[in-house]
């Protein structure tokens, strides 16, 4: 019974292709705002498996409007940056909270600012030792050697975020200010690639 309510109620929409986000979104966008769906979905909340916290943090970054509409910043598999757009426009998403953690601001900006792909040929003399630097997007960091990357403000910084020797590093969106060190005592062998 509760089914057939819920295709009712949901078809039209479903068929429409409101969205592409997957049925929780299309099932959110015919239902209401997040948190409204109640036990007909199963799920109520986008948030669910998530901290909330890193949600808002995440929509509410600066770096978003810089990146791709089409991303979905890991672990955040089941959320576009476009869906997230929208949604604090439509103001379906508060604001953080005020006691939000510098950790986690910069830990949602590292998930947008950073990717990573193979290495095809450096562009750039390496440097043996830490690099500490303000990139932007379109910069890049070629790692020789395993190597750790972390956002900073001031003395605060993210998580670290590990690479593997052979990959570049491309920054997304910017500015942000990196620390690239080593996974060892040793430091990275790596080299920043401007576009300046």
């Keep these: 019974m509760i089914a057939r309510i819920v295709r009712s109620v949901v078809a039209p929409c479903w068929d429409s292709g409101v969205a592409t986000l997957g049925r929780l979104v299309r099932l959110h966008l015919c239902a209401g705002p997040v948190g409204q769906l109640g036990d007909a979905s199963g799920q109520t909340d986008v948030t669910t498996g998530h901290n909330p ?23 955040f598999q089941d959320l576009r940056v476009a869906w997230l757009r929208r949604a604090v426009a439509d103001g379906d998403i508060p604001d953080p909270p005020d006691d939000l953690s510098p950790q986690t601001r910069l830990n949602v900006d590292a998930l947008l600012a950073l990717t990573d792909e193979p290495t095809v040929s450096a562009t750039c003399a ?3 030792g830490r690099i ?65």
């Design 126 to 128: 390496p440097i043996d």
């Design 132 to 196: 500490v630097a303000t990139v932007d997007a379109g910069d890049a960091i070629i790692l020789a050697s395993p190597a750790q990357v972390v956002l900073t403000d001031g003395d605060d910084q993210s998580s670290p975020r590990t690479y593997q020797a052979g990959t570049t590093v491309v920054i997304q969106a910017g500015p942000v200010d990196i620390v690239v060190r080593g996974t060892d005592d040793s430091g990275p062998i790596a080299c920043l690639s401007t576009e300046s």
């Design 53 to 75: 916290d890193q949600i808002t943090a995440l929509a509410h970054s600066e770096l978003l409007s810089q990146v791709p509409g089409d991303l979905r910043p890991v672990p």
